[in-house]
């Protein structure tokens, strides 16, 4: 079984930084995928970032690209997600999920899930 637990979210201005960390307990979660996924109010659960279980494989959204970075680290237990320049539109519950193959922006490929953190964006 793995568990994550997420970090970091908070209530930031429009154009502001956060770093949101997702750490990874279990049997071999150091080699499992691990990724970002968001849901807004009213909105469905979308891909935001993944890497896989290296870090030296990422996978954007077109809606992040050049604004997030995802990251391993070194332990490759916990993953991080730099998001600069902030929108509102970035406010969303971040959810962090791993997966036992590959990497992916389906979240139903997705076996295990945190339960969220909160980012809030003010325009």
């Known amino acids: 079984q793995v568990q994550l637990v997420e970090s970091g979210g908070g209530s930031v201005q429009a154009g502001d930084s956060l770093r949101l960390s997702c750490e990874g307990s279990?049997?071999?979660?150091?080699?499992?995928?691990m990724g970002w996924f968001r849901q807004a109010p009213g909105k469905e659960r979308e891909f935001v970032a993944s890497?896989?279980?290296?870090?030296?494989?990422?996978y954007y959204s077109d809606s992040v690209k050049g604004r997030f970075t995802i990251s391993r680290g070194s332990a490759k237990r916990t993953i991080y997600l730099e998001m600069n320049s902030l929108k509102a539109d970035d406010t969303a519950v971040y959810y962090c999920?791993?997966?036992?193959w590959g990497i992916g922006d389906i979240s139903s490929a997705y076996d295990y899930w945190g339960q969220g953190t909160q980012v809030t964006v003010s325009s």
């Open positions: 999920a791993s997966r036992r």
């Open positions: 279990g049997l071999e979660v150091e080699f499992y995928g």
């Open positions: 890497v896989n279980w290296s870090g030296r494989t990422t």
